[in-house]
C-alpha cells in the first residue's frame, strides 16, 4: 500500500519534471522541421562528399544547427525558409530545362534574380508607406499589410538572390559566385537581411510602430538599388577578380550585413527612443507617445540588436582577416576598411560596456546607437566612395 | 553586473587607487571611444606614402607637425601604441581584479545562494499558498525547476522551519568576460609581437640599419641591414623573373629595406595570367619549385592568390607582378631615310639602347602580352556579341635625345584592322601622364610599314627632283608608281583605301617627335612573379584567440546567469507559504516572461488557491 502510494508519487513528480521539459514545448512543426532539415543535411553531405573540405563541413554544420535553433526560436523562418529555397530551387530547375528570361514568362517576371530583386523593392517601398500610415492612424489592418508586404519583399529578395547564385554561372561557368560581391548585390542582401530582422523584432516585441522608424532606411536603400541598377547598371552579372574568389569571403560578406543590419535597426530604434522620450516629457498626448512602446522595451530591443550584431560583426571581422591572410599575406593591413571596421567593433564595444555601467541609461544610450548610424554607414558606404584602399572593388 | 564589480573598496591606499581607476569601466569606456576616434585619423590621410607627397599636399610647415605627429604611419606611432598599451594594461587589471571572485561565484555552493538572498527582494517574484505538506510541495517545485533545466538544490534551515530551493541556469556566464577578454589581451600580445618587435628593438639598439641605396646588388647591401636567419617572425617580398630563383626576401622600413634570408630557394619557373573573355584577369599564378642549397626539390607547386603555398611554415603568396626582362626583336625605320632597309634590333625590357646614327637612347619600359580593350574603342560598329578585343601585344619605350628632347611610346605589334585598312598603332606622348596621341600608318600587304617607307621615301625624292608640277598629281602618281614596284597585287579598291590612309597619316607624322620609327617584330615573352614571404608562429594563437573571443561573447550575451529561489514555509493555518523570486543576469525582459510561465505552472502543480502576484 505505501510501496503503491510512494510509486504513484515518484510518477507524479517525474511527470511533472517532463511537462517542463523544453522538448516538451516543442510542436509536431518544430519536429518536422528538425526531420526535414536532418535529412537534406544527410543528402548534401552525401552528393558532395567528395568536393567538400573541412571548413566546408564546419560551415554546413553550422547552418544546420543555426537553422534548426532559429527555425524553433522564431517559427516564421520555417515556412519563409521553405518558401525561398522551394522558388529559388524552381527558378534553377526552370535554367535548367532550358528555359530563359526571353521565353519564360515565369523566368522573366517573377524568378530570375533581377526580377526577384525588383519585386523586393516594389514590396519594401510599399511596406514603409504602409508602416507610415500605420503610425499615423494605428489601424490593424493596415499595420498587418505593411507586416505582410515586409515579408513580401523579404520572401522575394532572398529568391532573387538565390537564383541570381545560379545565374552567375550560366554563359560563363567560370564567372560563377555567391551574390555579395559588388555594391549591387550587397545592397539586396543588406535591404533583405535588414527587412527580416525588423520582422523579427516585430514579432517580439509585438508593436509594429517602429517600422515607421526602421523601414524608410530600408526604403532609402531600395531607391539607391534601383539608382545602382538603372543607372549605374551595376544589376549585370560580371567576372570577379582574383582577390574576391575566397572561401572564406563568401562568409565574410554576407555575415558583415547581417551584423550592419542590426546595427541600422538599433539606430533607428534608439530615434524612436529619443522621440518618444520627448513626446512622454510633454505629457504624452502625442501620436509618438501614443504609437510607441514603452521605453524600456525599446532600450531592450536596441541593446539586444546590438549584442547580436556585435557577435555576428565579430566574427565576420575575423573571417575578414582571415581572407586578408590568405590574399595577401597579412590578416590586418590597416586598410582604410579594415580599419574603420576596427572603428565600428570599438564603438559597440564601448556602447556595450556603458550600458552594463550604471551612469549611462536610456537617453544618452539612445543617442549613442542612434549616433552610431553615421559610423556604420561610413564603415559600409563612405569607405567605399571617399577613401582608397584594397576594398576598392566596391567603387562606383 | 558590472554594479557588484566595482563596489567593495575598502582600503584607499594610492596603489589600490591607481588599480581601481585602471581596472574601472568608465575608463575602459573612455579608452575604446579614444582609440576608436584615433584610428579614423589614418584612414583620412594615405598612409605611408612617400614624403614628397605629403610636402605637396600640406606645405613644408604643415608637412612637419604632421611628420613630427607620426600622422603618416599612425599606427606604429608611439602614442597609438601606448593607447592600446593602455587598453591592454586596463583589460589585464580588470580581469586579474574580477576572475577570482567570478570563480569563487561559479563554484559558490547553492546554499550560500540561499542564505544570502530573499525571494521577495528579487526582480521577479510572486507569493502562494499551497494546501500542500511542505515535503511534498519541495517535492514539486524541485520537479517543475528540474524540467526546466535549472538543477535544483534544496536547503533546510533548521533555525526558521523553513525549505529553500535553489536553482541556478549559466552558471558559467562569467566564463563569458573570462573568455573575450583574455582573448582580447592575448590577441594584442601576439599582434605586437607581429609588429616585428625584436626587429624594432635591433634596430633601436643599432644592430639592424636598412639599406638605403636599391640600385645595388644583394652582395654590395651592407650587412647591417641583413637579418638574422634564424629571424623567429618575418614578413618580406621579392620580385624573381621566370626562370630565376632567389633565397632572399626584403622588408621595406622607412625609406630603406631590410634583407632576410631564407631557409630554402625559390626558383619560378613560371607566372601566368588567366583571363575571362571580357579581358578581365580571372588569376595570376607563379608556378614555383622550392629546393635547398645543394639543389634538392623540397616541393614544388602553384602560387594563386587566395592560395598560398606553405612549407615548414613559411608561407608563399602571389603578390604582384612585373614584366621580368622580355626579349624584344625590333625593327626601325629611319624618317630621314624611308627608303633604306629597316634597321633591326634586340633588347630587354628595362635596358636602353642606342639608336645609331642619332644622339637618341631608347629606354624599353615595358611589355605586355595582352591589351584586352572594349570592342567600342576600336570600330564605330563593333562585330555584333563582341564586346572587347584583344590588340594583342604592345611595348612602351621612351626615347630621348642628348639634346634633352623625347617622347614615350606605346607600340601595338600586329596591324589593327579599322573600317577595312590595316594599320600600324603607335601612341605617343611628349608628358608624362599625358594621353597618348595615336598615330595610324596603314600597312601594306605584307602586314607592315615598309610599303609606306617606300612611299614616303619616293616622295621626299619626288619633291626634290620636280619643283612647280602639280602637288596633287604627283602625289597620286608616286603612290601608283610605287604600288606597281612593290605591291602589283594590290585591288583598285585597297589601292584607294591605302592611298587616304597614307596621306593622313603623312599629315600626322609632322608633329611626330622622333626621327625613326620602331616596330616589335617578335619577342621572348618573360614575366617577374612579385612573391610575398611570411613566417609568423604566432598566426595559431591568433587563431585561437579569435575562437575564444566568440566563444565568449557568445557565452555572455546568450547564456545569462538566472536564479531561481523558492521559500516554502509551513503555515500554522495548515498549507505551505511558497515565494518564489528571481533574477536574469540579462534580458530582463525575456526573463520576465519566462518567470509568469514559471508562476502559471507553480500555481497549477502546487494547486494553489489564492496565488497572488507582486511583481
Ligand atoms: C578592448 C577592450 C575590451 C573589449 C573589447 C571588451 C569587451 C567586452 C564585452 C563584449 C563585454 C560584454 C558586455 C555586456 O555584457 O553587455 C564586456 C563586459 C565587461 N567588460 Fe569588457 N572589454 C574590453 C575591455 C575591458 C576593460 C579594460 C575592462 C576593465 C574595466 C572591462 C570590463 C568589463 C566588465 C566588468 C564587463 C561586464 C562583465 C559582465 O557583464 O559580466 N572590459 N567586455
Partial sequence: ?396 | MAKQISVGVVNHSRARLAVNFLGSMRLAVNLLVLLAIASIIGTVLNQQQPYQNYILKFGPFWFDVFRDLGLYNVYRTNWYLAIVGFLVLSTTTCLIRNTPRMLREMREPDTAIASAYEPQRMANSITLHSPLSMDHATQMVTAILRGRGYRPKTHESAADHCMTVVGRKGRYNRLGYILTHAAIIVFCAAALYNADIPVKLAMLVGSVRPENNFHIPLSGVSKAAWLPDNNPAYRGTVTVPEGQSTHVVYELVGDGYLVQKLPFHILVKRFHVAYYSTGMPKDFISNIVIYNNEGKVLKEGNVRVNHPLTYKGVQIFQASFVDGGSLLKMKRYMLNNPGADAIRQKARVGQSVDVSGTSYKLKLKNFSLDNVVPARAIEAKPVKGLKHVNLGPSFTYIAQSKSGSGAEFKTYMQPIARNGQSYFVQGVRTAFGAPYQYLFIPTGPNGNIGLFMKYLSALQDQVTASDGKNTRDYVLDTFKRVVADYAPSMTARAEALYFQSAISAILQLRAYPAPFIVTLTGFDHRWAAGLEVTKWPATIVIYWGCAVLVLGIFILFYLPQRRILVRLRTLSSGGTEVIIGGTSSRNPYEFTKEFEGFAVRFKNVLRSQDGKKEN
Fill in chain 1, 1 to 396: 500500500m505505501m510501496a503503491s502510494s510512494h510509486a504513484n508519487e515518484l510518477l507524479a513528480l517525474t511527470k511533472i519534471e517532463a511537462e517542463g521539459r523544453w522538448t516538451n514545448r516543442l510542436s509536431k512543426l518544430d519536429w518536422l522541421w528538425f526531420a526535414g532539415l536532418s535529412i537534406s543535411v544527410g543528402i548534401l553531405v552525401d552528393v558532395f562528399n567528395s568536393q567538400f573540405w573541412f571548413w566546408q563541413y564546419v560551415v554546413l554544420a553550422v547552418w544546420y544547427v543555426t537553422l534548426i535553433a532559429v527555425g524553433i526560436h522564431w517559427r516564421p523562418m520555417q515556412g519563409a525558409f521553405l518558401t525561398v529555397v522551394t522558388a529559388a530551387l524552381l527558378g534553377v530547375w526552370l535554367y535548367s530545362i532550358g528555359q530563359t528570361p526571353a521565353n519564360d514568362i515565369v523566368l522573366r517576371y517573377v524568378l530570375q534574380g533581377y526580377a526577384g530583386v525588383m519585386w523586393m523593392v516594389g514590396f519594401l517601398l510599399a511596406a514603409t508607406i504602409a508602416y507610415l500610415i500605420y503610425f499615423f492612424t494605428l489601424l490593424e489592418k493596415v499595420g498587418r499589410l505593411a507586416t505582410g508586404l515586409t515579408w513580401a519583399g523579404v520572401l522575394m529578395g532572398f529568391i532573387g538572390l538565390g537564383v541570381r547564385w545560379r545565374e552567375t554561372y550560366i554563359g560563363h561557368p567560370s564567372w560563377g559566385h555567391v551574390p555579395v560581391t559588388n555594391l549591387w548585390e550587397v545592397m539586396v542582401v543588406f535591404c533583405a537581411c535588414t527587412s527580416l530582422f525588423y520582422l523579427y523584432y516585430e514579432s517580439r516585441i509585438k508593436s509594429r510602430a517602429l517600422g515607421a522608424f526602421v523601414m524608410p532606411l530600408v526604403a532609402a536603400s531600395a531607391i539607391f538599388l534601383l539608382w545602382l541598377t538603372f543607372v549605374q547598371h551595376m544589376d549585370r552579372i560580371a567576372p570577379i577578380i582574383p582577390a574576391l574568389q575566397s572561401f572564406w569571403m563568401k562568409l565574410h560578406v554576407p555575415m558583415m550585413f547581417v551584423a550592419y543590419a542590426n546595427f541600422t535597426i538599433a539606430s533607428f530604434v534608439g530615434l524612436a527612443y529619443i522621440l518618444g522620450d520627448r513626446s512622454r516629457k510633454r505629457g504624452g498626448g502625442g501620436i509618438l507617445a501614443r504609437a510607441l512602446p514603452s521605453g524600456e522595451l525599446m532600450d531592450d530591443m536596441m541593446a539586444k540588436a546590438i549584442a547580436l550584431g556585435f557577435l555576428l560583426f565579430t566574427i565576420a571581422t575575423i573571417l575578414g582577416a582571415v581572407w586578408a591572410a590568405k590574399a595577401w599575406g597579412g590578416f590586418w593591413s590597416w586598410d582604410p576598411k579594415e580599419t574603420w571596421a576596427l572603428i565600428v567593433w570599438l564603438n559597440y564595444a564601448g556602447f556595450l560596456h556603458a550600458r552594463t555601467s550604471k551612469g549611462l541609461r536610456g537617453k544618452q544610450m539612445a543617442w549613442w546607437s542612434f549616433m552610431s548610424l553615421w559610423v556604420v554607414t561610413f564603415c559600409f558606404l563612405g569607405v567605399n566612395l571617399f577613401l582608397s584602399g584594397l576594398h576598392s572593388y566596391g567603387k562606383l
